[in-house]
């Protein structure tokens, strides 16, 4: 077993404690938070679990060999830097950093201490993002001609960053494991509705060198929780729906089947529409396959799937993206 802590136990940290506390293959010691309330909760929950609130004690325990590090982003580098000098494999939440500096330093550390580290953009475990990733390798809807992605919510507004830093995190990290490249250009425009200076909706769009265009929508100010992915290709099209329980891809058959000039300036479409294909998916919980894949990492020495240097390509497009947003939507150009 691996023994292992856990700091940040308030929004998402109770999951992965979940996750370590029913896989016998953990042995979960230490859970760290600041919030009284948070460890209370843990200890009536969890029996057996050590609950602190300095970071230290975990940082100094050498029986610890593994930390997931669940805190809010701006605590995240000095954590990581902790865990990583004192030989803990390491496993951060996303966004990884909030510059890249701060993760390629990081990242020298891991490698210098030939530890694994590993950044939690879950998508790319889920059995759905991973089918898709299948489907687009295999050519299978032709060239992708643009992908349109809908992230919202009536959310949590958060204060350590803007929605881009929040949610968009996950459609780039996701994007750029589909398509296997990255952006020639990126522009962002939002606003700040209900707190000032921190944007709650924005729109990202980003241009590859493969001619795609990706828009991204992202708010926490909707009626209703939204999580789609569209990819329109030259022969079908992908409509991914994250919060379908049963039917999570459809596949549809439909496209232009020809186009012919009729007379000038004046064309004739001709459209096809097929049938509607819905893969059959694993019900693996994502979160179950990514922290079995750490576990693989630090028992085999395999590279994490998001490492390190994976993470740190969603951080400098985020970064970008917030700069666009800053200077009121201007197309930043990315030299490649």
Known sequence: MIKS?????????????????????????????LN??????????????????DSEVIFNDPTIQAVFIVTPLPS??????KSLSAKKATF???????HVEEGKELVKLAKKNNLPLMVG??????PAVVKIKELLDKNEIGSVYYISSTRVNLGIHRGDGSVIWDLAS?????????LGEEPISIQAVGKASIIKENPDIAFVTLRFPSDILVNIQVSWLAPSKLRDIVIVG??????????DPFEKIKIFDKGIASLNHSSFREFQLSYRTGDIAIPVLSNTEPLKKEIAHFHRCIENGETPKTDGNAALRVVKYLGLAEQSLQNGGKVIQIST
Request: hydrophobic share 35%.
């Open 5 to 33: 802590a856990v700091i940040g136990c308030g929004y998402w940290g109770p999951n992965i404690i979940r996750v370590l506390h029913e896989d016998s293959r953990w042995d979960l010691k230490y859970c760290c938070d």
């Open 36 to 53: 009284s309330q948070n460890l209370e909760r843990l200890s009536i929950q969890y029996s057996g679990i050590e609950t602190i609130q």
């Open 76 to 81: 995240h580098y000095l954590l990581a830097k």
């Open 92 to 98: 951060v939440e996303k966004p990884f950093v909030g």
């Open 121 to 126: 953009h879950i998508f790319e475990y889920a």
């Open 170 to 178: 996950h459609d780039l990290g996701t994007i750029f494991y589909w």
């Open 234 to 243: 030259s022969q079908k099209m992908i409509v991914y729906n994250d919060t």
